[in-house]
C-alpha cells in the first residue's frame, strides 16, 4: 500500500531564516505531487503541482519554491521566511492523469516569529 | 473558473443529531466531486467521492449525491457522534494534473 510521510512535523523559524520541508511517497511510482498550505481557519491553497521529476508548476507567485529531485520526493523551501509563510503545509499525492482523488501526508506546522 | 462555495461555521450538534452541510460549485463540464475530512491537527482524509451526476458517495454513515440540475453535493449523516468533529472539505477535480479546487472547509462540533 501507499504512504506518503512529511517532515518535520513542528517548526519554529525566525523571520529571514531559510525554509526547506521534505515530502516523500511510498509504493508507488510516477505520482503527481502537490503543496498546499492552509492558513489558521482558512481553506486549502495550492502552492505547487508536479506532474514529473523536475517538473513544477506554480500557483501563486510568492516567497516559497518547489523541486522534485526524485520521483517520490517533494521539497519546498524559501530562502528568506515571511511572518506570512506560518501555516499548516499539507503534501498530497495521485496516481496521475485519468485518476481523481488526492492523498494527504501529516502536514508540517510552520510557524515563523 | 472552477469554484466551491461551503455553508459557513461552525455548526453545532448534540450527538444523534441529524447532519448536513452545504456545497455547490462552478465548473465546466461534469468534474468528480469529493469530501474530505480534517481532524485536528492532521491532514485531509478522502471521506466520499462521486464522479457523474446522480452517483451517491456514501462512507462512515455519511453520504452526498451528485446533483447536476442544482450545481451541488451537500453532505448528510443520520445521527452524529462526537468522534465526527473536524472539518470537512468539499472539492472538486478540475482535470489538468488532476488538481482539486477546494472550498474554504465547515468546522463541525458535536456535544453530548
Known amino acids: 500500500s501507499q504512504t506518503i510521510h512529511q517532515w518535520p512535523a513542528t517548526l519554529v523559524q525566525p523571520v529571514g531564516s531559510p525554509l526547506s520541508l521534505e515530502c516523500t511517497v511510498e509504493?508507488?511510482?510516477?505520482?503527481?505531487l502537490y503543496w498546499y498550505r492552509q492558513a489558521a481557519g482558512r481553506g486549502l491553497q495550492l502552492l505547487f503541482y508536479s506532474v514529473g521529476i523536475g517538473q513544477i508548476s506554480s500557483e501563486v507567485p510568492q516567497n516559497l519554491s518547489a523541486s522534485r529531485p526524485q520521483d517520490r520526493q517533494f521539497i519546498l523551501s524559501s530562502k528568506k521566511l515571511l511572518l506570512s509563510d506560518s501555516g499548516f503545509y499539507l503534501c498530497?499525492?495521485?496516481?496521475?492523469?485519468?485518476?481523481?482523488?488526492?492523498?494527504f501526508g501529516p502536514g508540517t506546522r510552520l510557524t515563523v516569529t | 473558473g472552477n469554484s466551491v462555495t461551503q455553508m459557513e461555521g461552525p455548526v453545532t450538534l448534540s450527538e444523534e443529531a441529524f447532519l448536513t452541510i452545504n456545497c455547490t460549485y462552478t465548473a465546466t463540464g461534469y468534474p468528480s466531486l469529493f469530501w474530505y475530512v480534517q481532524y485536528p491537527g492532521e491532514g485531509l482524509q478522502l471521506l466520499l467521492k462521486?464522479?457523474?451526476?446522480?452517483d451517491k458517495g456514501s462512507n462512515k454513515g455519511f453520504e452526498a449525491t451528485y446533483r447536476k440540475e442544482t450545481t451541488s453535493f451537500h453532505l448528510e449523516k443520520g445521527s452524529v457522534q462526537v468522534s465526527d468533529s473536524a472539518v470537512y472539505f468539499c472539492?472538486?477535480?478540475?482535470?489538468?494534473?488532476?488538481?482539486?479546487?477546494f472550498g474554504t472547509g465547515t468546522r463541525l462540533q458535536v456535544t453530548l
Open positions: 509504493g508507488t511510482s510516477n505520482p503527481n
Open positions: 498530497a499525492w495521485n496516481l496521475g492523469q485519468g485518476y481523481n482523488e488526492q492523498y
Open positions: 462521486a464522479t457523474k451526476a446522480d
Open positions: 472539492a472538486l477535480h478540475t482535470g489538468t494534473a488532476s488538481k482539486l479546487t
